[in-house]
């Protein structure tokens, strides 16, 4: 975990002063999920949505983010091989028809975490874009995919 990820309290542990006193936190707060905004010797501050903060060890805290279905707009730039446009080969004319040519949008829906979604913006508020390979999963490698982000 590191500055600025978002985490959910899972547990309370009981916190010993220098001096050998207890202190105990409120039960309300596990369930809940915070930013951390410190880390010093390996105790965690986190703040919470109405600006309180509160101290963790590791073990009370697991990662957290909110992932929502966004919607975006994929536009396809050209062919490539090995980082290089094949617009100029003959041997590559195949490709040159059809649906996949520069300039067109293929609409999709991605799960983005909220942090995500605003460095996403601000790239973009700076004329910076990310770039995606396409790659058409088959049945089977979809299957395992979805398995794998339920376990």
């Keep these: 975990m590191k500055v600025g ?7 309370l542990d009981y916190w010993k002063t220098n001096y050998g006193d207890t ?6 707060l ?3 999920d915070g930013k951390i905004i410190d880390i010093n010797l390996g105790i965690f501050k986190v703040q919470f949505e109405d600006e309180s903060t ?9 990662i957290f983010d909110i ?9 396809f730039v ?16 195949w490709l040159f028809t059809g649906d996949m040519h520069r300039g067109v949008v293929f609409g999709a ?8 979604v605003e460095r996403i913006k601000k790239a973009e508020g700076m004329g910076i874009k990310p770039v ?4 058409i999963n088959s049945d089977e490698s979809r299957k395992k995919a979805k398995k794998e982000k339920e376990d």
């Design 5 to 11: 990820d978002r985490v959910r309290i899972l547990n």
């Design 23 to 28: 202190i105990k936190r409120n039960k309300k």
């Design 30 to 32: 596990i369930g809940m």
């Design 54 to 62: 509160e101290y963790f060890d590791g073990r009370e805290l697991e």
């Design 67 to 75: 992932y929502k279905s966004t919607k975006v707009d994929l536009v």
């Design 78 to 93: 050209s062919w490539q091989q090995k980082g290089k446009s094949v617009y100029r080969s003959d041997e590559f004319e």
């Design 109 to 116: 829906t991605m799960e983005l975490g909220e942090e995500e």
């Design 132 to 135: 995606f390979d396409l790659v």
